[in-house]
């Protein structure tokens, strides 16, 4: 099996289907951690989508106790459904974050100075091997690939 084949079979395990192989060979030819990008991406939408998915359970919860317990009240009693709950939540999920990984890229905001903000540490996420070690390779501009990888049939 070649190590095309081998990213192929991966990215598809993770959902990629009909993208699998363009996945796989970026990773190969371009020498890019798209493996790491693809799943990490996968998982936060996996994250967003339950906010929908999961709405019925989680507004129930909520009706009971959490920090949003009254607004949650308010909400049903004013005639919204937890699908409806549900939607808004994940469109919430979703900006934050789109704009967590927009800040990966370029942490700089403008909120603060210029001066201030030259002198503050940035970050970066590195990927690492199936052992823990890392690679070297990181995960760069990840807000480019988050839409594109939106769940088909999403809410």
């Known amino acids: ?12 395990a993770l959902g990629a289907d009909a993208d699998a192989r ?5 990773a190969v030819e371009e020498g890019l951690p ?13 994250d967003v989508d339950a ?13 009971t106790d959490g920090a949003a317990a009254d607004a949650v009240g308010r909400a049903l009693a004013a005639g919204l459904t937890p699908e409806d ?4 939540a994940r469109e919430i999920a979703r900006e934050t974050a789109f704009g967590v990984l927009c800040a990966l890229a ?19 996420l590195a990927e690492l091997d199936p ?4 690679t070297g390779r990181h995960l760069d501009a990840l807000h480019e690939d988050f839409a594109e990888l939106e769940p088909k049939g999403a809410v």
Do not use: I
């Not at 099996?1 to 598809?12: H, I, N, Q, V």
């Open 1 to 12: 099996m070649t190590e095309l084949d081998r990213l192929t079979a991966l990215f598809s």
């Open 34 to 46: 798209q493996l790491a990008r693809y799943r990490l991406l996968r998982t936060v939408w996996q």
């Open 85 to 88: 709950l549900g939607v808004l």
């Open 131 to 134: 052992s823990g070690e890392p």
């Open 106 to 124: 370029d942490p700089a905001d403008g909120s603060l100075p210029a001066e201030v903000e030259e002198q503050l540490p940035g970050w970066r």
């Open 51 to 63: 906010w929908a998915t999961a709405a019925g359970q989680w507004v129930d919860a909520y009706r």
């Open 22 to 26: 363009d996945w796989a060979e970026s």
